[in-house]
């Protein structure tokens, strides 16, 4: 692993597994959980099958907040030394979206 690669401009180190480096892997570890979380959170809600509204916004939530959170921790974390700085604006932006 070069040095380049090796820390993240926050100064975090990065870990390789399987000849892959992966950049903030506690970052992109504690993303993929939340990710896991929301998606847990949707199938729940749409297995509860309620209408109205506030039912519906909720799983939009869920559902949104899953996509920013993996794009996050994937593009904006683990492999940001391949796509750039500029793909964290992905995770940032549809996070934005769920909460609107």
Not at 76 to 99: N, R
Request: with cysteine; charged share 15%; glycine share 10%.
């Amino acid at each position: 692993m070069n040095n380049e690669v090796g820390r993240s401009a926050s100064g975090q180190p990065s870990i390789e597994i399987f000849g892959i480096t992966i950049m903030e892997p506690m970052v992109t570890f504690t993303d993929l959980w939340i990710t896991a979380v929301c998606l847990y959170a949707l199938v729940k809600l749409i297995k509860l099958n309620k209408k109205g509204k506030v039912h519906q916004y909720i799983r939009w939530y869920f559902g949104i907040m899953a996509l920013a959170t993996f794009l996050g921790g994937v593009l904006g974390h683990a492999f940001q030394y391949a796509v750039g700085l500029e793909w964290k604006l992905p995770g940032w932006l549809i996070s934005m979206l769920a909460v609107i």
